[in-house]
């Protein structure tokens, strides 16, 4: 049919085109779904076959024990069977009343505060200092290796000085100050810093052509910053969100097994090593939470990055 | 479009930072309003998140506070470790209600991995601590301008255990063997008994760094373990012996109390500001109201076990279940009492025997002046509680049978 009119053929071109891509996304998200199981499964057997085979070999063993422990630490002490520790999630642990994957999703809520307080706040800061730093080129000399050098600090050594700066010394704002907020403001002290740096490098990756460009339509400050060098920066940013986002759990798990806060992932975990001895079940299981959780909040960052930025490539260059 | 995604991204943020602070507030009422603070967000569009947001979550909390009389002082106190019967007599205290009597509202700090409760004592972060003698005398060396006020332990809980079959059955029998210590200045009454039979600790045995529970043990990582009596000891027994499929029993293990062999340190004291003390009569006055209404508490505990059980695993959920509680109450009220000079009095021999461990391992490098100590508020809050009819002594306290159960439940 050569006489078909070329808007109807575009518009059935683009509508085929659609429809592939959503083929294709539906595709992809299938084999990553697939990949990621078929990697679980991986890892499960390969504890569950570390843990058969050294056990095996220390039966054989039991009579003539020459060779010692060929596969070190396979019992159900230090290796709790994939079944114990899962199953652990619908057991009620004794003296409560909810399953324990209620529990662990209690806690991990409490941690979650902690840590997008943290993850805000850190964000915010460390934007100011990327903005700052991309202003003023000496600043950027001068004050990125403090920047830097803040990091270097082990965490656990802020920790408690934090808590007891909390308690004491921020009754300057107008709510009273809890332990969480303490929590929140560790895991701002690892927030702040991939945003900073990140943010830096994102300000200044505008190309020098759409400077000029924005220079020639005699655009101030503001408007180039908002049109061209922030959404320039994105990229960048998304990349340090991530990090963030990550390590803003960390933070919060660090600080409540340092600060004493009375509950969250850091807190069951400590509680867990302490029980170990009659318990290993189920230190195993709340670290599986910690992760799901770290895991958790670094999808949401993706999801954030593609109703903003779109997927990724698209957007990344303007 | 460009711009357009940009104030999705910023009203996105917003959006999550009240609905975070919203949730802040502890009740549940975080769902209902996701979908408000996007408008307002976007419509306010600056200065944003956290000082707006946060005064939500501070309503509720200031509203709690007037259910308590006006007249009630607020004053805290931070715990060594995590709620657990080891401080029983101050959640019983608070929670029946003598703190109210004195007129104190005490709020109780959990304590933690890093915490050390001398310093929080020290930069003013709680006004009174509780804390092992040796654990506060240390920074005190170091210049924290603390005093012990109430010695209420009045006798070590840490043991080395060991398997029987071990055959580790005194000090003299850990040469050469693999022994376990939690290390941070709790490995001392353990170095000072090695000492007292003429064992060196670098190389008469073999240290090992230990967890803080009995995995080691059991795994046959070490042949002794330390142990506290109301806590780890407490652990062994509540697990599965894979030889019978019962719990351990206390047959199966040998012990070495560093109260017999003389090297025992003391450990919970309460502890408060030296400066204030010296400076400000309310707070000697509080003190004294302090010391009284904690007493009271271990009191309670001694002629109330189960009662006090009760309200220790009450208080928030400790770490150990409800048998582990019971062990530990059983356990630490046998520290407790009987207090020969009152409770709460220091015991001039034990304070001696302490300092002699810590400038002979070195931890002090000398002896404490005479300020580490005092006995004056403990006198007055047992004189009070004398007073009223309260026995201070427990001289015919009897340690009781605890049914341990397996993890402790």
Redesign the interface.
Known sequence: MPSEDPLVRDQRSTQQATSEARRDALARMVRKTVTFVVFLALLAGLYTGYKAFGQAIDDAQQDWAVVGSVLP?TDN??MPPLSEIFGQFGET????DQIYIKILFDEA?FTL?EA??GF??G??IGMAIALVLAQWRRLEQGLLPYVIASQTIPL?AI??II??WG??NFDV????W?NWMSVAIIATYLTFFPVAVNGLRGLQAARPENKELMASYAANWGQTL??LR??AS?PYLFAAFKIAATSSIVGAIVGE??????GGLGRRI??E????????DRLFASVLGAAVLGIFVFLVVIG?ER???GRQGK?AV? | M??L??W??LA??LA??LV??S??NDDDDDSSDSGTPVAQATAASEEP???AA??V??AP??TDEPSAPEELQEI?LQLQW?PQSQFAGYFAARDLGYYNDVGLDVEI????????PA??LA????DFAISWVPRGLVPREEGLNITNIAQVYQRSGTLQVSFVDAGINDVTDLEGRLVGNWGFGNELELFAGLNSVGLDPQSDVTLVQQ?????AL??GDIDAAQAMIYNEYA??L??INPETGELFQPEDFAVIDWNEVGTAMLQDAIWADAGRLADDAMYRDIAVRFVEASLRGWIFCRDNFQACVDIV?GA??P????SHQAWMLNEVNALVWPSPGGVGVMDQGLYDQTIDVATSQGILTEEPDAGAFRTDIAEEAVANLVAAGYDVYGNDFLRGVVQL?????
């Open positions: 630490r002490l230090n642990p004794g003296g409560q809520l505060r997008a307080v805000v706040v964000l915010i656990i920790a408690p808590v007891i308690r004491k704002f107008p709510w009273e809890q908002w049109r922030l959404p994105l097994i340092s600060a004493g806060v009375e400590l509680r090593a302490f029980n170990y001895t009659t318990g290993p954030v109703l903003v930025v957007g303007v | 460009k711009q995604k940009l999705r991204l996105l943020l999550a930072a975070l602070a949730c802040g998140e956290v000082p946060t005064a979550s501070a909390v200031v805290s995590v700090i959990d304590g933690s991995v890093d915490i050390v310093t929080v930069s003013g972060g709680a967890d803080f529970n009995m995995t059991i795994n652990q062994v509540e697990t695993v928030s959920p770490f150990g279940g409800p159960q397996e993890g402790g439940n």
